[in-house]
């Protein structure tokens, strides 16, 4: 025979309420920090994981492209009339063009200067 007041093993039906309580608070309060439109300490608006990784992406385009640029100038002493001819350094047809609008990266031969022409990554 059981003792008065032992319990088993399962969960009353308040005991399930509370903990899913729980869990919505702390969904409310998780989600749109990874899903974006979460702001942070200082008010700035945090943006999604898929936006920051296209915003990498296009970082590292222009990275590799600009380090082609500097090998083509160290072997031919001036830079490459256009980004095509950087295909010969592996610069594929993939890597001249924004992850996000999908418009080639502008370049100016004079400068040796290339740049994203989507206005969020142009500080890149």
Known sequence: MRARGVRRGSWTLVEMVVVLAIIAVLAVWLVPRYLGGAKTPTGKTVSAPIQRAHGVECMNNLRQIRAAIQMAQASSETPPRSLADLSASGVTRELLVCP????????DPRTARVWCPYPEHSRY
């Open 100 to 107: 996000v609008s999908r418009q080639p990266y502008q370049y």
